[in-house]
């Protein structure tokens, strides 16, 4: 068995446990992978671009003011709410969820996922949303504080709104998905919610990415400044 986690800069970990027989591994697998269980880091470091897609300028796109996530939450009563007293915010999710608040200041909410692509590549994936909370001394617009992203690995950038309030979005494509950045400016502090692209995970099936697209919308639904 190969066990391969990825682990994001920002948090987020894609965690895929495959099998892989000793074909495969003949075939394609990478030439570091000498042992049968194999650690590896990668992945949503902004400066590790897949050599497969090739940059090109970032699309500017205009949302009308709540467009993008004042969609109707389909919370219920199960789901728990998270309070951060110390960055003044609070954000909802579903049972399902794993949270890790052990650092205010970096808050993971991840969910583990059963995956099935053939045989020989089955396991578990782990995907969530990750907030982080940045000192801007500079008060830097959410914007501005966006542009420190190097414009090589941005698709997308958007203004958006969520709940009232202002930010800033861009999509990025890193390693073999696409993942999103948003960023809020409140006081001296950047809020920054990142994710995969729940669309865009190879090891997820249609359903599971509809289902993860529809969930973490309804997540970031929930997400408010005290």
Known sequence: MLNIAFRSRMGLGIS??????????????????????LTATAGKETGS???ER?????????????????????????????VNDTYNYEISYPPSAILDA?????????FKEPFYMSEHS???????????????PKHLSAKEWASKIDPDFIEKRQDIDINEVKGYKIKTFEFDRDGYIIYMLKGDRIYEIDF??????????????????????????TFRFR
């Not at 446990?17 to 000498?34: D, E, W």
């Not at 699309?59 to 709410?81: H, I, M, R």
């Not at 669309?199 to 639904?221: G, V």
Request: aromatic share 8%; charged share 20%; hydrophobic share 35%.
């Open 54 to 82: 090739s940059a090109v300028p970032a699309q500017e796109e205009s949302t009308p003011s709540g467009q993008l996530y004042s969609c109707k939450s389909a919370t219920d009563d199960n789901w728990k709410l998270y």
């Open 196 to 221: 995969w692209d729940p669309l865009s995970m190879p090891e997820f099936s249609d359903k599971q990415k509809k289902r993860y697209d529809e969930l973490f919308r309804n997540i970031l639904n």
């Open 16 to 37: 895929v446990i495959a099998l892989i027989t000793m074909c495969a591994l003949l075939q394609g697998a990478p030439s570091f992978a000498k042992s049968s269980t």
């Open 102 to 110: 052990s650092n205010p200041q970096e808050v993971h909410i991840s």
């Open 49 to 51: 671009k897949s050599e």
């Open 122 to 136: 089955q396991g578990i994936a782990e995907t969530g949303i990750t907030i982080t909370i940045h000192d801007n």
